[in-house]
Structures are given as C-alpha cells and as structure tokens.
C-alpha cells in the first residue's frame, strides 16, 4: 500500500531519492516538488543540528540546495529541501568515467562560489563530497548537504574538502595519501590545496578554475589542431612573457601544460602551485633564475611552433622567423640568451607589433 504519510501537514511523502534516506515529497501548501530528509544525530547534538539547519534556512545561492523548512515531527527533525533534478556526481563518475579537466573546473567553479557565500555567512558545510554534488542536465553543479550540524569545523576544512571532490571527478578515486601526479595546471592546485601546510590563496584557487574552466592548456591546444603558426606562437610568448614580468621573481613553471589559450588566441601563464617543471622545460643549468624561466619558454614556443619538446639535435622546420629567437633562448650558456626586452623587441618584430 502506497504511503500518504504527510510531514507537518502539508509535505506528502512520496519515493524514496537514490539509495539513501532522502525521500520526494509534495509540498501542497506551494503545490511543489520537495526533498526531505530526516536529520539523524545523535541525542546530544539535535539542539545543534538545528540550530545549523535554521541558519543554513538563510542561505539563498543559485549553486546551494535550498533549506526551505526545518520541522520537528513526533520529535525527530526533519529537513525540507529546494528539489533538484540532477546526478550526483558520485554516480556519474562511478556509472561512465572521469570528468574532462575542463568540466571538472566549471563543478569547481560552483562549488567554490557557493562555499564562498557560505562562509561569507558564517556556515561551515562540513560535508563536501562527491554524493553532495548534483549535477543538472542545464550544467551546473549544485551543493546539496547543508543543515547539519559542522562539529566546529573550520572553512579550511571545505576547501579541503572541495579539492578532494575534484580530485575524485578527475580521477575516479579520492586522493589517499598520494593525490594525482600531473605537472597540469588543474592537479597542481589540487595537490596544492590538499597540502598539509593548507591552500593557496582563495585568489589562486578562484582564478585557476575559472580559467581552466573556460581555456585550454597549450599542449592540448596543439594536440588538437597541430603545430601552431610561427606568428601565433610569437604573439603567445609575448603575452607569456608579459604575465613573466609582472611575476617579478623565477617562476619555475613556464611549459605548455601551465600555459592557458583562450577562446581568442590569449595565452596567460598560470602560478606554480607546488609542483616542478617537466624534464623536457627545465633550463639545463637548474638554477632559479629568469634566465632559466626564459630558456623554458623557448622550451614551450618550440614544441608549440614543432609539436614536440626541444632534443639533442632537433631541427627547426616550421619556425621560420622565430627559428633565430629560440636558438638564442635555448642556448647552454644563461649569458647567451636574449634579455626580456631584447626577446620583447624580437617577438614584437614577428608578430609586427608596434614596438
């Protein structure tokens, strides 16, 4: 016999959502689809559990699961919820495969959008996971889970949380003790954000999704359309070379995998986040010095001007005029290579670009 149970006069149980305890209701009051929850806490903590739910009530994000009523029925608590239709993002990965990094980076963007309004209001999640990530058929990523009580966490604690989720989304697996290896950008902020030492700035973690989920690396870039225009990659070195400048300091990172195009050409040279440059972009001398973060872009610009890393030996055959600038910047010798603005001047020369 079907159920017709309802919650506080007005939320008829329907089906149970998926394998847990979240149950469809009818809210006949707003004559809506809900999902409802019974809060299950020990004793000791269903004063605070709804404390948490009453304030996480007051969350309005259009990447949160509402909190719409919390209630009290035969002295159990209960959560009413925005109902939304969508995968989590647990079944999604388990069912067919592994996020592309590009999609994993927009479910990051929400994530980090909707924890930021959270902490903004003083609500700690607590329960970050890839079972609490919906994704809808529209493409957003949705943060379900509020209303529990966060046992005193701290926000540090979500953002941890927060990579551990993308981590599983790339790679099927949470990280463990050893997270993914990749000298890419996306899994270099994800080792960097699950270090014990804590995340980089919220300012690095925002602007590395955001990029990343909009922009290619440039490696893929030339994975998919081959060698790039002589005139192209110039424009990218200069543009590299700009983002160089303002960094002040060695970078350690200039290689295709860190270097960003977007839809419009635009290269922009993402930080470092705790991981170190790949063998075929490293300066030969090791040394942190600009000298060896501009024998690196020589490095970069060739295999995007070739298709393949710099070798012992290996010939020019399609950099034309910008052949000359990285023989120059991959010389052994640091004090044969151009200067930043001798190699500025040289590549605004090839893309003929107003000195």
């Not at 959270?118 to 999640?125: E, K, P, T």
């Not at 052994?332 to 001798?342: A, I, K, S």
Request: aromatic share 6%; with cysteine; charged share 20%.
């Amino acid at each position: 016999m079907r159920e017709t149970r309802k919650l506080n006069g007005r939320y008829r149980l329907l089906n149970p959502l998926g394998t847990g305890s979240l149950r469809l209701a009818f809210d006949e009051a707003e004559h809506r689809d809900v999902a409802v929850r019974q809060v299950r806490v020990p004793p000791e903590l269903r004063e605070a559990a709804l404390f948490e739910a009453r304030r996480a009530s007051g969350l309005r994000h259009p990447f949160v699961v509402r909190v719409l009523d919390v209630l009290i029925e035969d002295g159990v608590p209960w959560l009413v919820m925005e109902f939304v239709s969508g995968t989590s993002l647990e079944q999604v990965v388990r069912s067919r495969r592994p996020l592309p990094v590009a999609q994993a980076a927009r479910v990051g963007v929400c994530l980090l959008s909707a924890l930021t309004a959270a902490h903004a209001a003083g609500i700690v999640h607590g329960r970050v996971d890839p079972g609490n990530v919906l994704l809808t058929t529209t493409g957003r990523a949705v943060l379900s889970g509020f209303g529990y009580p966060s046992l005193s966490m701290l926000p540090s604690a979500d953002l941890w949380s927060l990579a551990a989720t993308l981590h599983f989304a790339v790679e099927g697996r949470p990280p463990g003790q050893v997270p993914a290896e990749g000298a890419d950008p996306f899994r270099s902020l994800l080792r960097a954000m699950l270090h014990p030492s804590g995340p980089p700035s919220m300012e690095v973690v925002r602007e590395t999704l955001d990029r990343l989920a909009v922009d290619r690396p440039l490696d893929v870039v030339v994975a998919a359309s081959g060698p790039l225009p002589p005139v192209q990659v110039a424009a990218i070195g200069l543009d590299v070379l700009d983002r160089l400048a303002a960094w002040g300091e060695f970078h350690g990172g200039v290689q295709p995998g860190n270097v960003l195009i977007d839809a419009f050409g635009r290269a922009r040279l993402m930080p470092l986040l705790r991981a170190g440059t790949l063998p075929a972009y490293s300066a030969p001398e090791g040394a942190a010095t600009q000298a060896a973060d501009l024998w690196s872009l020589g490095a970069t610009l060739f295999m995007a001007v070739e298709g393949a890393p710099p070798a012992p030996g290996a010939a020019l055959t399609r950099a034309g005029p910008l052949a000359p600038v990285l023989f120059r910047l991959l010389a052994g010798n640091p004090l044969e290579r151009p200067t930043v603005d001798e190699l500025r001047r040289d590549l605004r020369e090839i893309t003929g670009a107003r000195p």
